[in-house]
């Protein structure tokens, strides 16, 4: 036949990857160009350093001489380079977005309002037919014309640009009913090997992101080989390829971000100290009178801890969601028990506990991570060989928490994760703004803890799939057998438990039980006017909302957050353990969601009363999870009142929605980066997109983001990774969250709230539609809000935030009022 098609020959030892030097400009994407690498170990060969760690003659003199090749992150706002590029002579340049931009500008584009914004949409690009046009469009060689390409950008290049720039690619955007606008979507130099993409080839859902990055590389490649005499100033070094070393010094990777995706080999794993034991009731629920569905679990919670200090019920309430299989119950009082309540100022546990030497930490979070390890256990629960109805097997591996760390993690603690945020631009819209006089910020925030988490070596798991009950207890290995641990005494607690035809018990929980369910639930509406809630008015919070657009107009933000709170007195302080579970319940009966919680400390006389819908994190040992989904929904209305085509349609409408796909793509991509941080590079991926998952009242778009963790990265650091939720930032998250400042404040509202198990799992949901009851009980806080993007309407997100609080506030309203009124 003849073929002239080269044939690799085996032999020969693979291309070096091309060295990359990555310049973030603190974009919440950057990390997702991995996964345009098709070959992981490749990644050992970057480093990826933020605009601002070193100064730009570090980085000529120390960095670029190492590297082949440098990539220039997207990122919010503007980003000159041009100073930068005209004081030296660079490798070959491929930037992303803002990386695109700052090259134009560079050569004295003008880099201006685009005439459409576009963020978390999807748009056709056509780029000039490259087999036609030889080398001007090598970036898009074998890419098909037109191809789809997510953007992120409020600004654009000017067109026409300067001489030395040549357009390769474009967009047409409609700009009115009858016009279009023509949108450079990508560039290169007249002679430099610089290339720009105004659009987002990390994206998950753009095509070709890959095929491009192939194609950079080829003329990387091209370019060091064309053989560069010594001192030809277009070599940074002045050296050609086959003198180059082919290997990025190892001096030259620590100059980069811890963050960055690392191949570090695994630890040997540390001896277990302690073993899970589990006793398994099969099938208890539906035999037990105090248990049955219509007197549910509550009953036995209360029976169990009414005169606990401190307790916790992780309440799966959504029965029959997929979420909702296990329900975890417990306190913090057994033995090794302990609680570190007031973290906000000086974050030093209360607990003497040990950690595992080394320099002492000093944030919340490095002290989390010192001390689960103290209690790593044997991840394989043990039979509890004193009972007979232990049947080993039949525990189900899904149950993920053994035992542990169980609490809430504030908003505000990403002061320790993100670094203090910028002084200066004080909130403008916050509790000191409404106009009916609310309680004064300072007051409501002193009362709470920033963080509070219990550590529990007991405790109780139902199974609402098998109608099961599962006791665990932790016991020191291999000192203790169950027998000798003091941790036994779970038993003689649920003793109860193995007693459940017990009559007495029966009567005294249904007597309980009675009590709490006898406040038939309010139905009153949310009114933003009712004399005893502080709100922002609308009229504040859509001078908020204005703002926010305004920054994303000057491509500061593609999406913020904005939130706001609601607070209010309550008639009767909520005192001791069963008030404040009889309050939970109200909230419960009222919104039952899968990752809803009820925490109690009675010492710092907090409470938390969750009925979250959403889950931020969760890691099962070794693979990590998130979702996000709370952002697309829509109510299906009643069944009576709704035809099946009708529903369908609903699913459907919401399906192809524009601005919830945009809302959806945006969170999930900021996440993918999130998660890049800690799992390995090849293993991020996207199982669900967008899909429509449908509920008794609602269809909501559901994605899913899963990783698996790198060797010797635990759940907490993985946390302090992703921390705060990306869905209650926005996207760019640093620049949002510096914006938020301004706008806004928080507390423990939007963080999240979930177990940190012994064996290294953890399940974190996120702190919306959650009350706290903070001030010795005498108040009630909320918070909500939304995210804003170019398609918001400022009144409709308003009233989405009234929807949001009316999940929650028809079960308190009739709570709320001061001493003096009278009871209605
Ligand atoms: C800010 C909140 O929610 C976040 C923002 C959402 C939105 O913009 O629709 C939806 C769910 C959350 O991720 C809240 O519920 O308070
Ligand atoms: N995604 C980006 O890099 C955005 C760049 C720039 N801030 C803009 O909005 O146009």
């Known amino acids: 036949m003849g073929s002239s098609i080269p044939i690799p020959t085996p032999t020969l030892a693979r291309q070096a990857a091309p060295r990359v030097l990555i310049i973030d400009n603190y974009d919440s994407y950057t990390h997702n160009l991995f996964h345009l690498w098709r070959d992981e170990q490749d990644l050992a060969q970057v480093v990826l350093i933020r605009n601002d760690q070193y100064d730009w003659d570090h980085v000529r003199t120390r960095i670029l001489p190492h590297v082949d090749a440098v990539i220039i992150s997207p990122g919010p706002g503007r980003r000159d380079h041009g100073a930068v590029m005209g004081a030296m002579v660079l490798p070959p340049i491929f930037g992303v977005c803002l990386g695109h931009q700052a090259i134009a500008a560079a050569f004295g584009s003008e880099v201006k309002q685009a005439p459409a914004i576009f963020h978390g949409q999807v748009s056709l690009v056509h780029h000039a037919d490259a087999s036609a046009n030889n080398h001007t469009n090598a970036l898009f060689q074998g890419i098909p014309s037109p191809f789809r390409a997510v953007r992120y950008h409020s600004l654009s290049v000017h067109d026409p640009l300067p001489e030395s720039i040549i357009p390769i690619a474009w967009t047409h955007d409609a700009v009115s009913a009858t016009e279009t606008a023509r949108v450079v979507m990508a560039l290169r130099h007249r002679t430099l090997p610089l290339y720009g993409v105004q659009f987002h080839p990390e994206s998950v859902c753009t095509t070709a992101g890959r095929s491009m990055l192939d194609n950079f590389f080829q003329m990387v490649d091209d370019y060091w080989c064309q053989s560069v005499p010594t001192s030809t100033p277009s070599s940074p070094t002045g050296l050609a390829k086959t003198q180059r070393p082919s290997t990025l010094p190892i001096a030259v990777q620590e100059m980069g971000l811890k963050g960055k995706p690392g191949l570090a080999p695994p630890a040997a794993a540390p001896a277990p100290q302690f073993s899970v034991y589990c006793q398994a009731l099969p099938g208890i629920m539906s035999k037990a009178t105090f248990i049955s569905p219509d007197r549910d679990e509550s009953a036995l919670f209360r029976h169990l801890y009414s005169s606990s200090p401190a307790a916790f019920w992780l309440d799966s309430a959504r029965k029959g969601s997929p979420q909702s299989r296990f329900s975890y119950f417990g306190d913090f009082t057994g033995s090794g028990a302990c609680t570190m309540p007031k973290l906000s100022e000086n974050l030093r546990p209360r607990s003497s506990s040990s950690t595992n030497g080394g320099d002492p930490p000093t944030t919340f979070w490095q002290w989390l991570a010192h001390w689960l390890p103290d209690v790593e256990t044997s991840s394989v629960l043990q039979p509890w060989e004193t009972t007979e109805l232990d049947i080993a097997n039949s525990i189900p591996t899904a149950l993920a928490f053994r035992c542990g760390l169980v609490g809430i993690m504030g908003y505000d603690m990403k002061a320790e994760t993100m670094g203090a945020s910028p002084s200066g631009d004080q909130p403008t819209v916050s509790l000191d703004t409404p106009s009916n006089s609310p309680p004064s910020t300072t007051s409501l925030s002193t009362s709470w803890p920033d963080a509070t988490f219990g550590f529990t070596d007991r405790c109780v798991t139902l199974d609402h799939d098998t ?358």
């Not at 409470?607 to 299906?636: C, H, Q, Y």
């Not at 409408?653 to 996440?671: F, G, Q, S, T, Y």
């Open 467 to 824: 109608g099961s009950i599962y006791l665990l207890t932790l016991v020191r290995t291999p000192t203790h057998s169950p027998a000798q641990s003091p941790s036994l005494s779970i038993a003689d607690t649920i003793g109860l438990g193995l007693n459940y035809a017990d009559d007495d018990l029966d009567r005294r929980i249904s007597r309980t039980q009675i009590s709490s369910s006898s406040t038939k639930p309010p139905t009153a509406p949310l009114n933003s006017n009712d004399v005893h809630v502080y709100t922002t008015p609308r009229v504040d919070y859509v001078r908020a909302i204005e703002k926010s657009l305004d920054y994303i107009q000057r491509g500061e933000s593609y999406e913020l957050c904005l939130t706001t709170p609601l607070v209010a007195p309550l008639r009767q302080p909520i005192r001791g353990f069963t008030q404040a579970l009889d309050f939970y319940l109200r909230v419960r009966r009222h919104n039952p969601a899968p990752y809803a919680a009820f925490l109690y400390w009675a010492d710092i006389e907090l409470v938390i009363a969750s009925t979250s819908p959403e889950r931020f994190l969760a890691v099962s040992v070794s693979d990590l999870e998130a979702k996000v989904g709370e952002n697309g929904k829509v109510e299906r209305g009643p069944a009576e009142n709704t035809t099946d085509a009708h529903d369908q349609q609903l699913a459907v409408d919401l399906a192809h929605d524009v601005k919830e796909r945009a809302e959806n793509l945006m969170i999930v991509d900021l996440i993918r980066h999130d998660l890049f941080t800690d799992c390995v590079p090849s293993s991020v991926h996207v199982p669900h997109l967008m899909v429509i998952e449908s509920y008794q009242t609602v269809h909501q778009m559901v994605t899913t983001v899963r990783g698996q963790l790198r060797p010797q990265v635990g759940a907490v650091q993985c946390l302090t990774s992703c921390f705060p939720p990306g869905s209650m930032t926005g996207a760019p998250k640093h620049r949002s969250v510096e914006i938020l400042e301004t706008l806004e404040t928080r507390g423990l509202y939007s963080g999240c709230l979930g177990y940190f198990s012994v064996h290294g799992a953890m399940d974190m949901s996120v702190v919306i539609r959650t009350t706290i009851v903070g001030n010795q009980g005498s108040q009630v806080y909320l918070g909500a809000g939304g995210a804003i993007t170019v398609l918001s309407d400022p009144d409709r997100e308003y009233d989405e935030v009234l929807t949001k609080f009316s999940a929650v506030w028809p079960a308190i309203r009739d709570l709320v009022g001061t001493p003096n009124d009278t009871v209605a």
